[in-house]
T-cell receptor, first 109, second 112 residues
Framework: AQRVTQPEKLLSVFKGAPVELKCNYS??????LFWYVQYSRQRLQLLLR??SRESIKGFTADLNKGETSFHLKKPFAQEEDSAMYYC???????????FGKGITLSVRP | DTGVSQDPRHKITKRGQNVTFRCDPI?????LYWYRQTLGQGPEFLTY????????KSRLLSDRFSAERPKGSFSTLEIQRTEQGDSAMYLC??????????FGPGTRLTVL
C-alpha cells in the first residue's frame, strides 16, 4: 500500500532563512508526487507537481527515487509562505491522492 | 464558475441523525473525489466518480455512507445515523484528465 510520511509537524524560521519541508513516500509503482498548500482560511491548492519541474513562488521539489523523497525547498522564506503544506502521492487507475499529515510552516519577521 | 463549491460549509448535528452534503465540481471536470480530514491528519480518500459512475470506494466508507453523482454533475455524500467519530472536514475535489485535483472549501461536520 502507498504511504506518505511528513516527519515534522511544525517548522518555524525567520524571514530570509532557507526552508526544507521533508516528504518521504512508499509506493511500488511509478510515483507521481505533489505538494499542496493551505493558507489561513483558504482551500487546499496545488503548489507544484514533480512532473512539471517548475519553481512556484520560489519553491522547488525534486523527486529522488533512490531515497524515495520529494522534499520541498525554498532558499529565502517570506512571511507570506506561512501555511500548512501537504505532500501527496497519486496512485491507482483512478488517480486518488494519498496525503501526508502535513506540516505547518511559520515564517517570522 | 469560480471553482469547486460545497454546501453547507458547516453542519452541526446530533448523534443518530442523517446528514447530506453537496459538491458542485468545476464544469466539464469528469472526475470527482470525496476526502475526509480529521484534526492533525491529511485528507483521506473516501470515494471516486468518473462522470456518474462510482468507480472506487475506500474501506473508510462504511455502510452508513453513500455517495451519488446523478447525471455526472454535482455529487452528494450522505451519512446515516451519524456517530461522533464522523466529525471531520469533508472535502470534495474535481479533476480534468491532467490529474491535478481542485479542492472545494470543505464541509465541517460536528456530531454532538
Amino acid at each position: 500500500a502507498q504511504r506518505v510520511t511528513q516527519p515534522e509537524k511544525l517548522l518555524s524560521v525567520f524571514k530570509g532563512a532557507p526552508v526544507e519541508l521533508k516528504c518521504n513516500y512508499s509506493y511500488s509503482g511509478s510515483p507521481e508526487l505533489f505538494w499542496y498548500v493551505q493558507y489561513s482560511r483558504q482551500r487546499l491548492q496545488l503548489l507544484l507537481r514533480h512532473i512539471s519541474r517548475e519553481s512556484i513562488k520560489g519553491f522547488t521539489a525534486d523527486l529522488n527515487k533512490g531515497e524515495t523523497s520529494f522534499h520541498l525547498k525554498k532558499p529565502f522564506a517570506q512571511e507570506e509562505d506561512s501555511a500548512m503544506y501537504y505532500c501527496a502521492l497519486l496512485s491507482g487507475a483512478n488517480s486518488k491522492l494519498t496525503f501526508g499529515k502535513g506540516i505547518t510552516l511559520s515564517v517570522r519577521p | 464558475d469560480t471553482g469547486v463549491s460545497q454546501d453547507p460549509r458547516h453542519k452541526i448535528t446530533k448523534r443518530g441523525q442523517n446528514v447530506t452534503f453537496r459538491c458542485d465540481p468545476i464544469s466539464e471536470h469528469n472526475r470527482l473525489y470525496w476526502y475526509r480530514q480529521t484534526l492533525g491528519q491529511g485528507p483521506e480518500f473516501l470515494t471516486y466518480f468518473q462522470n456518474e459512475a462510482q468507480l472506487e470506494k475506500s474501506r473508510l466508507l462504511s455502510d452508513r455512507f453513500s455517495a451519488e453523482r446523478p447525471k455526472g454533475s454535482f455529487s452528494t455524500l450522505e451519512i446515516q445515523r451519524t456517530e461522533q467519530g464522523d466529525s471531520a472536514m469533508y472535502l470534495c475535489a474535481s479533476s480534468p484528465l491532467t490529474n491535478e485535483q481542485f479542492f472545494g472549501p470543505g464541509t465541517r461536520l460536528t456530531v454532538l
